[in-house]
């Protein structure tokens, strides 16, 4: 693709690096079949050709952006699937991420929508905050009866966007699991070290899953440290636009992390929630420019690793259920795995999750038009409900159809989103290998 940036203009490293990937671009079109919003809209703006077009106009003429641009853009998932098809190399991701922040910085939302992007900022990062907003969530979720029913919009309103967030609150909350700073200490022959991220929106609705993280990688001999000064990753607030708050607790887990590893040596930092996981390995990127942190940047994000990807590093052997004991354990269970689109076109991680499965006695299927997000997103499935709950369904039929026991995934994001469309048993893959492996059964939605 030609672009026509001054010189001046490509000085600014953000836009060199956009002008970059800008000519990358070949036009092909390969991305709009694999492109969620493409695939229901039919908008060629709503794909990431037309919005690449888009962004490459608003960077080049320097101009605020439009309220289509920002439309547009807003309606994109950042599910990258398009980058796992692209035949060119382009780095969506980066350039989308680029254009959110201009957004955020030169265009003026509506009063209802700006306070409602900065109420998402300020709770969901911090778990003190997000739990006492799920239980207010939880005493108003009644009342969102009598909210009136909004009108169809383009752009959906602050009325459908509150409907969404109570329907996404638990009925219940669990007890909090470990405290920052926690030590558990590996059984038998110790094999290795690793930090296990806390994270902000899991820790509160689902502990369990690092608690079976934490039984299945101690079982097998890894010592896990909780670090103490660990803050959110930054995603939900990166792709919110607000990089600056992203950028300042990326360098705040950075130094952890790595005084962390100072102290007592790290062999990895895993990720149990893959929207994470794709962020903290962009860390090395997002703060290149940053002479203090740069190379420990990068030095975090060679560390970082989903946790099926590290477990698949280990070479354990399949286990035996009966030299557990466990009178709990089921043969031949399908579980229908849902490749969280994070996981899959971030990170590039297929099949290991779905092998580590096979190889515990798990029947593990497919799920048709895996390639389709599930419409959670981060915060999308608030911020853009209709399209969000029109992708969920799609999602939820396809894996209905291969008629699971259980559904398995590597996000929280998408366990919630899916879980609230279906009465099938949604888990994180890292409880099934636990259960596998020696560990409890895991607790039901």
């Known amino acids: 693709m030609k672009t026509e940036f001054s010189l001046a203009q490509l000085a600014d490293p953000d836009i060199a690096e956009a002008n970059k990937i800008l000519r990358a671009c070949v036009h092909c079109g390969f991305c709009t079949a694999t492109c969620p919003t493409y695939v229901l809209l039919g908008d060629e703006l709503d794909s990431p050709r037309g919005r690449i077009y888009l962004i490459k106009e608003m960077l080049e003429k320097d101009q605020p952006p439009t309220a289509d641009v920002v439309k547009h853009i807003d ?35 509506p009063l209802s929508e700006r306070l409602l992007r900065a ?29 009136p029913t909004p009108r169809p919009s383009a752009t959906p309103g602050l009325t459908q966007r509150i409907k969404a967030m109570l329907a996404l609150a638990p ?30 929106a899991q820790q509160v609705l689902a502990p369990r899953i690092n608690r079976a993280a934490v039984n299945f990688l101690t079982r097998h001999g890894i010592e896990v440290v909780l670090v103490k000064d660990e803050q959110c990753c930054g995603a939900l607030t990166h792709h919110l636009g607000r990089d600056d708050d992203a950028l300042a607790r990326a360098r705040a887990n950075v130094a952890a992390w790595l005084a962390e590893a100072a102290k007592d040596g790290l062999d990895a930092i895993l990720v149990t929630t893959s929207g994470c996981g794709t962020v903290i390995k962009d860390y090395g990127y997002l703060l290149r420019e940053d002479r203090d942190f740069a190379a420990d940047a990068a030095r975090v994000s060679a560390l970082a690793k989903d946790i099926t990807e590290y477990i698949a590093g280990l070479g354990l052997q399949p286990a035996t259920r009966q030299a557990n004991g466990q009178d709990d354990w089921q043969d031949n269970i399908v579980v229908a795995y849902h490749s969280a689109c994070s996981l899959q076109h ?52 396809n894996i209905a159809s291969v008629k699971p026991d259980m559904i398995a995934a590597g996000n929280i994001g998408c366990m919630v989103q899916i879980a609230s469309g279906t009465s099938v048993p949604v888990v994180h893959t890292i409880e099934l290998l636990d259960w596998a492996t020696g560990g409890s059964r895991p607790a039901l939605n």
């Open 75 to 109: 309606r994109c998932l950042s599910c990258l699937a398009c980058m796992t098809t692209c035949p060119s190399g382009v780095n969506y991701m980066h350039l989308v991420d680029q254009a959110r922040v201009r957004i955020e910085e030169r265009y003026q939302r």
């Open 119 to 147: 109420v998402l900022a300020f709770v969901l990062p911090e778990p003190s905050r997000f739990r006492a907003a799920m239980w207010l969530a939880r005493l108003a979720r009644p009342f969102s009866v009598l909210l």
């Open 171 to 200: 009925a219940r909350l669990p007890r909090p699991g470990p405290a920052p700073g926690s030590v558990f200490a590996a059984m038998g022959k110790k094999r290795g070290r690793v930090a296990l991220l806390q994270g902000c």
């Open 346 to 397: 971030g990170q590039k991680i297929t099949q290991a999750p779905k092998e580590l499965l096979s190889k515990n006695g798990f029947v593990v299927k497919d799920v048709p038009e895996s390639h389709l997000c599930c419409g959670s997103a981060g915060t999308y499935n608030i911020l853009q409900p209709d399209l969000a709950s029109r992708l969920r369904d799609r999602k939820v039929a």
